[in-house]
């Protein structure tokens, strides 16, 4: 909903996910920078939400058997579609999505060679929910504004990854490039700044990080899982060579013991994250997520960003604080200059039109419809963006959806108008914009979103009338051009 | 303009909605026919993740193609023969492209060895672009295919390309177009909480507002633009929901896009050029060889979908109007890795399906023995170095079969020394 500072709506929809009245509760009163710490300084919000899951009050999850998010996949998705749309901390989800699709790993291919409870660990397993290391996105979780060298050398070292990428099979007899490969071209610095020589190094740099599977206490699945383990034996203890420096040295990682072949490993990734080729593409990445679609990164922003991501030792901490208090994220004109995901899509359409009695669950077909199925980027790469969210199909989802929400919130929000803003057509659609938050309609859009109120015979602000009217009204702001922007 | 409205109750999530179909504009129905309806289409076959070639195609009778695969090689005794090449070398299909092998004895599979390009990008999204782009050089802007729609007359029909993916791909862009995006035609509706009168009211202020973003909000503009393509194509994309094919398509993403496609072509909607893809073909690991495995599996997915898709349109007399080209981002490395997998190579191959193919094997293959004066490898003997330009295959299908001018669209002439395969 709005909060009457559309700066700050600007803030809940870039860093969050849109703004329900319990969000705005949360920054009343702040200033801009001290809404900014809010929600950087996360760790100052308590994290319980998953305690609110199948409370009333909140939205609902589907469970066929008990509601268990760290061994089935279909649950895991449902939990984070929870958190977006209830934790008080959603700059750490938000911050979760844009890893999720930076690291591009999909369950699909994990899950096919481990089946699917392990794969489901791998990729969701919550700390403790069931013995093993914790899932792939709760690292993302947790780490999202961790220091970037050390997000990606947790990264490496997930198991999820390891197999994903094929990390276990990189042996020294027989190297295997694919994380290799994908750790310059995707992970940090991008094409451009390296060689093929650089690949076929990198992969025997990787040889002998592995996984070791941990069995079953009890033969159950959920018990089992697997670790990182770095076999000596496997790794390759010739020096490597690459064209550019390692730890800002020579070029070369020396030949080393076996035992300690380990480091060649964390000294190609810290080169590479310390590298400010790889701040600068970080920053391009962050321009279009936080900042810009529409309009080229500025180079002063890339050079800002840069700056800030060396000087603090690759915190991304104080590059979002950065971010989001600079000239160009508080410009009006870089409001809903971007074009929402569909998980953006959904969580804030669940946020604005109101949620008492609708399961996440019903969102999960829909997200496929739209393009984004959670946990399963199309790519290493991750998801394209932008206008290739907008094909003819995915954009009849998203309408799709919104008049399932609508329907499934009628009364709800029927009841939500008071008699003040049933008066006359314009009272409801002003009353309807408080709630929603789309980009401004000009002046024949909100001609046409008034006939919409006015067709069909006299208004008169009946419980009938309005009954029909929002959820129609709701649908057609929720599926107008200005609502896909964010 | 009058549109005709239909209703269908259908019950989701235990709430009844309406689902609005509704014809699209006559004069775009018209300038579909105009545009060729049903005369010549083209299907675009996407291998996604670098198809390995070389197990595609299989050089059996190469030592160096036993000595440097051992663990995934097929053997030779196991391959579909389908004959030599041009310089005299056996090759055969993997035993799993039975279906392969029928379209190749009926004379209608071309299989171009070795396509890519000089320097071949080891990347898979900037090969992916480079392919889509038909320009190594600059794959940063649209692609050939829309390059190719935006030739066609003003207005174009929104559904004169047809991508059956979820993704969008740099060769579906366009400058004035971009094909849809439709997975499911099933999904293909336009739904409204209400219901009767008040439904049909909001319907048409969806439609109204929809093309109301004018140039001077060029993303606003581009959003509404996708809302009104959909409008306008929702009956007749909805008219392929109830195909009824004279074959049974396997079970599988890939084969049931087909039979989409071929729906869409029977039913004759006016759409010229359709985009099919199936993925999975980055096998750095558990690639398998004949008996089993991950490529196994890929190749009974791709042989038996296409030959399903070629025998119900040549049952409905559609092959003779019907051109399919397949094609991957890169080949893959000769050796095998320690994970009975390929890493990323270079050149690839090339398919052509349809009655207007002449069928055969197209180029040389490679010599896999990596001897320094190798000419058919590179990258130290690693890789399959392309001897036919993957533009000169984009060429031959612009020129001969979509009746464009490859020239123009393609940037350049890339004619000269094109494999005559149609």
Redesign the interface.
């Known amino acids: 909903m709005q909060s009457g500072n559309p700066l700050l709506d600007h803030l809940f929809r870039r860093a969050g996910f849109g703004a329900s009245a319990a969000d705005l509760q949360a920054v009343a009163g702040l200033s801009y920078s001290a809404a900014v710490d809010y929600f950087v300084d996360f760790e100052k919000q308590p994290d319980d939400v998953d305690s609110k899951i199948g409370l009333a009050e909140y939205v609902a999850v589907t469970s066929r058997g008990q509601f268990s998010p760290s061994t089935n996949i279909e649950d895991a998705r449902q939990r984070w579609l929870f958190r977006m749309v209830h934790s008080k901390r959603p700059l750490q989800e938000k911050m979760a999505l844009f890893w999720h699709n930076h690291f591009g790993v999909a369950y699909s291919k994990v899950a096919g060679t481990v089946g699917a409870v392990l794969g489901t660990k791998m990729i969701a397993n919550k700390s403790g929910d069931t013995p093993g290391p914790q899932g792939h996105y709760e690292l993302l979780r947790q780490m999202g504004l961790s220091r970037f060298r050390d997000l990606l050398i947790a990264v490496a070292e997930d198991p999820a990854m390891l197999w994903f990428l094929d990390g276990r099979t990189n042996t020294s007899t027989r190297p295997q490039e694919n994380f290799g490969r994908e750790v310059m071209e995707l992970f940090t610095w991008g094409l451009g700044h390296y060689v093929e020589a650089d690949v076929y190094a990198a992969a025997r740099v990787f040889t002998g990080w592995n996984l070791r599977s941990v069995p079953g206490a009890n033969k159950q699945e959920a018990e089992a899982y697997q670790e990182f383990v770095y076999r000596s034996a496997a790794h390759d203890t010739t020096a490597k060579t690459f064209t550019f420096p390692i730890n800002g040295g020579s070029n070369t990682i020396p030949a080393r013991s076996a035992a300690g072949g380990i480091q060649d490993g964390f000294d190609l990734l810290l080169s590479l994250a310390n590298h400010p080729e790889t701040a600068r593409r970080l920053a391009g990445k962050l321009w279009n997520f936080f900042v810009s679609e529409l309009d080229a990164a500025d180079p002063a922003f890339i050079e800002g960003v840069t700056d800030v991501y060396v000087s603090s030792g690759t915190d991304m901490r104080a590059v979002l604080r950065y971010i989001l208090n600079s000239r160009w994220f508080t410009d009006p004109g870089n409001f809903n200059a971007r074009y929402s995901w569909p998980v953006e899509y959904v969580v804030r359409t669940i946020k604005e039109m109101g949620w008492n009695g609708f399961s996440v669950d019903s969102a999960r077909v829909p997200l496929t419809n739209m393009g984004q199925t959670l946990f399963e980027p199309p790519t290493v790469a991750g998801w394209q963006l932008g206008r290739a969210w907008f094909g003819t199909g995915q954009m009849l989802a998203r309408m799709n959806f919104a008049a399932m929400l609508a329907s499934n919130q009628r009364f709800n929000l029927a009841r939500s108008f008071s008699p003040a803003e049933r008066g006359q057509p314009d009272d409801v659609l002003d009353g309807m914009l408080k709630r929603m938050t789309p980009a401004p309609f000009a002046s024949n859009e909100t001609t046409e979103l008034l006939g919409y109120l006015a067709a069909g015979g006299p208004w008169t602000g009946s419980d009938t009338q309005i009954s029909v009217k929002a959820p129609g009204l709701a649908h057609l702001i929720a599926g107008s051009g200005e609502y896909q922007f964010v | 303009m009058a549109t005709r409205v239909t209703r269908r109750e259908f019950i ?2 235990g ?1 009844a ?1 309406f689902t609005l179909s509704f014809a699209a504009p006559a004069f775009l129905v018209d300038i579909a026919r105009a545009q060729g309806a049903r005369s010549r289409n083209l299907v675009v076959i996407y291998l996604a993740g670098g198809n390995d070639a070389l197990s595609t195609l299989v050089p059996y009778t190469d030592p160096f193609y036993y000595s440097r695969r051992p663990g995934i090689a097929v053997p030779a005794a196991q391959v579909l023969q389908i004959g030599t090449d041009a310089s005299g070398k056996a090759l055969g299909l993997h035993p799993r492209l039975t279906g392969l092998q029928a379209i190749f004895n009926q004379g209608n599979l071309a299989i171009i060895q070795r396509a890519g390009y000089l320097n071949s990008s ?5 090969g992916t672009d480079i392919w889509g782009t038909a320009n190594p050089n600059d794959s940063g802007g649209p692609g050939w295919l829309g390059r190719y729609l935006d030739t066609l007359p003003s207005p174009i029909d ?1 559904l004169a390309g047809w ?1 059956t993916s ?3 791909y740099r060769a579906l862009t366009g400058n004035k177009l ?1 094909l ?5 035609p099933r ?8 219901s009767g ?3 049909i ?2 319907r048409n ?2 439609v ?3 093309s ?2 004018g140039s001077e909000r060029p ?6 633009a ?2 009104t ?2 409008f306008a ?1 929702l009956d007749r994309v909805g008219s392929v929901v109830g195909y009824q094919p004279t074959v049974t398509y396997p079970n599988n993403g890939f084969a049931q896009a087909l039979r989409t496609v071929a729906g869409s072509i029977v039913g004759g909607i006016g759409t010229r050029v359709y985009w099919v893809q199936t993925g999975g073909f ?1 096998t ?3 690639q398998g060889n004949a008996g089993g495995g991950d490529y196994a599996d890929l190749m009974t997915t791709v042989g038996d979908s296409l030959l399903a898709f070629y025998s119900d349109l040549r049952n409905q007399g559609l092959l003779d109007s019907t051109l399919m080209i397949g094609f991957s981002e890169f080949g893959r490395r000769i050796s ?4 009975q ?1 390929t ?2 190579g270079a050149g690839g191959l090339m398919m052509a399906i349809g009655g207007p193919v002449r069928g055969g094997i197209y180029g040389t293959a490679a010599d896999l023995n990596p001897r320094p004066d190798n000419s058919t490898l590179e ?1 130290a003997g690693g890789d399959v170095t392309y001897e036919t330009d993957f533009r000169s295959i984009y060429a031959t299908v612009l020129d001969g079969w979509v009746g464009a001018d490859s020239t123009v669209i393609l940037g350049g002439n890339f004619r000269t020394n094109a494999p005559a395969f149609i």
């Open positions: 989701r999530e709430v909605a080891r990347s898979h999204f900037h929104p991508n979820g993704a969008t971009s849809p995006s439709i997975t499911d999904n293909y509706s336009f739904a409204s909480p209400n009168a008040d439904a009211d909001e202020s969806a109204r507002l929809a109301m973003a993303n606003l503009a581009f959003v509404n996708t809302a393509a959909a194509t980055d750095h690991s558990g095998e890795n320690g994970s997998g890493d990323h990258n």
